[in-house]
């Protein structure tokens, strides 16, 4: 009987050890690095960066083969993909603000975001999207400025519903050469990954690859037209016009809605592409985001999923939302400080030209996760 006993320990020991090992987080170099102060150094000192342009792509923090071979072949484009990554690490943080996964990221660490973008979680395919948006959007722009060699204006077609009257001509963001660029570069990645063991391998690739392309669609899908007039003082008689990007904050607010909806997914039966889980939801198109695993919920610091937990937080008394004290502070409760806020008031414009105000000091509570 002990003997039978103790077969089964073992049995249940190397069951254990293999489901942490299926656990056990990989670092995960990514080139998002490029977008964080230290990636950031390179490019202030570009003419450091193009002098050594070849040994400098193997240097860069978070670079894999394929994305190193692009950098020596492009190296003009290092500087905007680096601000590409700085974009949507920003526009993350910012529309996470007031949640309790933050878009926090991890000094030091190769991954930007920590062990915690290893689950294929909303938040991971969050951030593969709004960072692929994001070097779509600075190369579309280094393309207009001609700051690339390979790239200049936007050759996009007339817009068929634009005035007749209206120019087709100025020089507009070269959107179509961005979303293909960052195509290249941001999915390399996953498709160097030629031949991935595991199943769970093999679907988290294919949810970043959909998510990666759900963010560059976020971008190319919403190009607009902007205009300038002409003609005699202002008449506006004459207009020429050109392809724009949206703005940043726009690209993230339409990711953030997706990210809201994303459709939980699975591999289908034959393995060979992700399905939605459940039935009674939608069918993902291009645009939406896609994910494997639930998020765990972020309340509590935990090394092993990488959540730094809400204590210290800043909360929203009076807000029913995810930024209210009960779901920041996962029920824990909150402590209460005064907060001196200074500000300017009581501006007033003086001739000419002035404007003059004056400090004003109020008492503010604010609320602090317990
Ligand atoms: C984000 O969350 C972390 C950890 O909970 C916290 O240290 C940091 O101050 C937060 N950032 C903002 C902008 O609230």
Not at 207 to 219: C, I, K, T, Y
Request: aromatic residues 8%; positive net charge; glycine residues 8%.
């Amino acid at each position: 009987m002990i003997k039978l006993k103790k077969c089964l320990d073992l049995q249940v020991v190397i069951i254990l050890i293999w489901v942490l090992q299926s656990f056990v987080v990989t670092a995960m170099d990514m080139w998002w690095n490029l977008g964080v102060v230290g990636g950031a150094e390179v490019w202030r000192n570009q003419k450091v960066y193009i002098l050594g342009a070849q040994p400098m792509c193997s240097q860069l923090k978070g670079l894999s083969l394929g994305q190193t071979k692009l950098c020596q072949m492009y190296h003009d484009h290092m500087p905007s993909i680096g601000r590409g990554a700085q974009l949507g690490i920003r526009e993350c943080q910012y529309q996470f603000r007031f949640r309790r996964w933050n878009c926090t990221i991890i000094q030091g660490d190769s991954s930007v975001f920590g062990p915690v973008i290893e689950i294929a979680s909303r938040e991971a395919s969050f951030t593969h999207a709004i960072s692929a948006a994001g070097v779509v959007h600075a190369i579309s722009r280094s393309c207009r400025e001609g700051e690339l060699a390979s790239c200049g204006c936007s050759r996009a077609l007339r817009p068929k519903d634009l005035d007749r009257d209206w120019i087709w001509g100025g020089c507009g963001d070269n959107i179509e050469y961005g979303y293909r660029f960052a195509r290249a570069f941001v999915d390399v990645r996953e498709r160097e990954k030629n031949h991935p063991r595991h199943s769970a391998e093999l679907s988290r690739m294919m949810m970043n690859l959909h998510n990666n392309e759900a963010g560059r669609r976020s971008v190319y899908n919403y190009a607009k037209v902007a205009c300038k007039c002409h003609g005699v003082s202002g008449s506006c008689s004459l207009k020429t016009c050109w392809q724009q990007l949206p703005t940043f904050r726009e690209i993230g607010d339409r990711l953030k809605e997706r990210y809201d909806g994303a459709v939980e997914s699975k591999f289908n039966k034959r393995g060979t592409k992700l399905v939605r889980k459940h039935k009674k939801y939608n069918k993902p198109t291009k645009e939406d985001l896609v994910y494997l695993d639930e998020s765990p919920d972020y309340c509590v610091v935990n090394p092993k999923t990488g959540s730094l937990g809400t204590v210290g937080r800043e909360c929203n008394k009076g807000s029913d939302g995810m930024d209210g004290c009960n779901l920041m502070c996962c029920g824990r409760g909150y402590n209460t400080f005064k907060r001196k806020l200074v500000e300017r008031c009581n501006c007033r414009f003086v001739w000419c030209c002035q404007v003059k105000c004056k400090t004003c000091e109020s008492i503010v509570d604010i609320h602090v996760c317990k």
